[in-house]
């Protein structure tokens, strides 16, 4: 499966634990990754820059569903199961 474009869930709905540029702390869960463009695409995606966690990405129909709507609520009943616990 490839993404669909401007969907970006993925780039939203799950937390990004390690450092990523611009945010050297990571991602929170919820937050925009401050490399989304206003139409959810990737400004970094091509460059050297972009991190091994985002290129590691495999996106599927297990995950991202049939539409960005179900990507949304595919990850982010992933994230809350994946939460460590405090």
């Known amino acids: 499966m490839n993404c ?3 969907c970006a869930a993925c780039c ?3 937390s990004i634990s390690s450092p990523i540029p611009g945010m050297p702390h990571g991602k929170p ?3 925009r990754c401050i490399h989304l463009s206003e139409d ?3 400004r970094i995606h091509s ?3 972009y991190p091994d ?3 590691n990405f495999t996106p599927g129909v297990d995950i ?3 539409d960005t709507g179900q990507a ?15």
């Open 12 to 14: 939203i709905v799950i």
């Open 29 to 31: 869960a919820g937050v």
């Open 64 to 66: 991202c569903g049939s």
């Open 40 to 42: 959810n695409r990737c």
């Open 72 to 86: 949304m609520r595919l990850l982010a009943q992933l994230e809350a199961a994946t939460r460590p616990e405090v």
């Open 53 to 55: 966690v985002c290129r």
């Open 47 to 49: 460059s050297p820059e």
């Open 4 to 6: 669909r474009p401007g």
